[in-house]
């Protein structure tokens, strides 16, 4: 072999240990990221907990956090589709009385083979119920509700 193919080698050797090197960092921390657990009786505590619900696919949980007025139910929640790999994070909130705007930025892996995460950003409104938090609307991961299916 000569010289230059050996050190050719050598240099791709070193790449390809590098980007797994970076790529196991990464990993490890983005799986290392602390969780902050919000007061069950927030606004941002009441989106959290419907989300871990919905991810754990225990819809009728996530239903009980829907106002009376909301249309939604578990069988819209049934419907909805979250991907296997997703993260939230809460980026704003704004409190004015008894109502509640909820940002979040959901990531999600887009590429299973190269771990690619594509972020969407979704709101919740909540409203304060008999002293409660209640998400009104269609909130995320639902985009329409009480369809009729036959």
Same mark, same amino acid.
């Given at each position: 072999?000569?010289?230059?193919?050996?050190?050719?080698?050598?240099?791709?050797?070193?790449?390809?240990?590098? +980007?797994?090197?970076?790529a196991?960092?990464?990993?490890?921390?983005?799986?290392?990221r602390?969780?902050?657990?919000?007061? #069950?009786?927030?606004?941002?505590?009441?989106?959290?907990l419907?989300?871990?619900?919905?991810?754990?696919?225990?819809?009728?949980?996530?239903? +009980?956090y829907?106002?009376?007025?909301?249309?939604?139910?578990?069988?819209?929640?049934?419907?909805? $589709?979250? #991907?296997?790999?997703?993260?939230?994070?809460?980026?704003?909130?704004?409190?004015?009385?008894?109502?509640?705007?909820?940002?979040?930025?959901?990531?999600?892996?887009q590429?299973?083979?190269?771990?690619d995460?594509?972020?969407?950003?979704?709101?919740?409104?909540?409203?304060?119920?008999?002293?409660? $938090?209640?998400?009104?609307?269609? #909130? $995320?991961?639902?985009?329409?509700?009480?369809?009729?299916?036959?």
């Amino acid at each position: 072999m000569s010289e230059t193919r050996r050190a050719s080698n050598q240099v791709l050797t070193v790449i390809v240990v590098l +980007t797994l090197a970076l790529a196991g960092a990464a990993a490890f921390l983005t799986s290392s990221r602390e969780t902050k657990e919000y007061a #069950p009786n927030t606004p941002q505590g009441v989106v959290q907990l419907f989300l871990q619900a919905v991810i754990d696919g225990k819809n009728e949980d996530a239903a +009980t956090y829907f106002s009376i007025s909301s249309t939604c139910d578990a069988t819209d929640i049934d419907r909805s $589709w979250i #991907p296997d790999t997703v993260r939230v994070s809460l980026t704003n909130t704004e409190i004015d009385a008894d109502r509640a705007y909820i940002d979040v930025a959901v990531d999600m892996n887009q590429d299973q083979l190269f771990g690619d995460l594509y972020t969407e950003k979704h709101n919740f409104r909540l409203a304060r119920e008999s002293g409660n $938090w209640k998400i009104l609307g269609i #909130p $995320w991961p639902l985009y329409s509700c009480d369809e009729v299916t036959k």
